[in-house]
């Protein structure tokens, strides 16, 4: 595999962390350039060239509070600054649950230089609506352990988010851990090791912005084909049936759905994520 890339671009205030590995077309993840990397097959490095890329709220030693800072169009070209500073070219533009938004922003607001847009383990919204449905779906799911599991750690939540507020995303993901795995004793703290977060940013995108986000402004423009890999058994986010409501208003939506997985197929299945992967990316 070619040579490990890696270093900060400074972007508006905000150094992000960016790391590149692999060989072949260009894949652009938006998200931590820590934890992404710690979860892609070795296999796909041999086929793609992966950069990884910080946001904001990712970004290491930021202490801003101020929310206007997070507005999505100024994530959106971080993601283009990061992109043009590295020389890559047109991309494939990858995102994972929450910043699988930011992905398809991304497209629409750069479509020059975007070849494909993948987008893993979202909803189409994160609206009350939706989560209120992942809530039924667990519930009337025939899984015992997940869920004594899953009570176990709601009840350590409060007091976990009290001892530590800034590391309080990386704790509820941790203790979400049987909503988010196939295997629901899975421990994801090696994938967060030294990963900084801020909370300001979190609470502003996770909790506002994708909340009351429409993805399908701005679709009937966009020409790119979409990848979107969802888990059967990934109850952290909304179910797959709601994208049914909005398949049609995508030009070129291509499904897949992992039987064994959670909220992370590449992780759960690399395997069969990789081939479905590859294979879309020759296809179109």
Not at 118 to 133: C, F, K, Q, S, T
Request: overall charge negative; glycine content about 8%; charged content about 20%.
């Amino acid at each position: 595999m070619s040579e490990l890339r890696q270093g900060v671009i400074a972007c508006d205030g905000f150094n992000l962390q960016y790391r590149i590995e692999g060989e072949g077309r260009p894949v652009l993840v938006v998200g931590s350039a820590l934890y992404y990397p710690r979860c892609f097959s070795g296999n796909l490095r041999r086929h793609l060239k992966l950069a990884f890329m910080d946001h904001r709220g990712f970004a290491p030693g930021n202490a801003c509070a101020d929310k206007t800072q997070y507005a999505l169009p100024l994530l959106i070209d971080d993601i283009e600054h990061v992109r043009s500073e590295l020389g890559l070219g047109q991309v494939v533009i990858l995102g994972h649950s929450g910043h699988a938004f930011m992905a398809l922003d991304y497209a629409k607001a750069y479509p020059q230089h975007v070849s494909h847009v993948v987008m893993l383990n979202v909803a189409p919204d994160y609206a009350p609506v939706g989560h209120a449905a992942a809530e039924r779906y667990l519930e009337e799911s025939v899984c015992p352990e997940r869920k004594v599991l899953l009570a176990q750690n709601m009840a350590k939540l409060p007091a976990a988010i009290a001892a530590a507020p800034d590391k309080a995303f990386v704790t509820y993901c941790l203790l979400m851990g049987p909503k988010s795995w196939f295997d629901p004793a899975f421990d994801a703290a090696p994938l967060w090791d030294g990963v900084e977060t801020n909370m300001a940013m979190f609470d502003h995108v996770w909790g506002e912005a994708f909340r009351d986000i429409d993805i399908t402004k701005g679709l009937d423009a966009l020409d790119k084909p979409v990848f979107l890999g969802l888990g059967r058994h990934d109850f952290l986010v909304p179910p797959p049936w709601l994208w049914e409501s909005v398949r049609d208003r995508f030009r070129d939506l291509t499904i897949r759905v992992f039987e064994r997985s959670g909220h992370a197929p590449f992780l759960e299945e690399p395997a069969l994520f990789d081939a479905e992967l590859l294979g879309w990316l020759a296809a179109r």
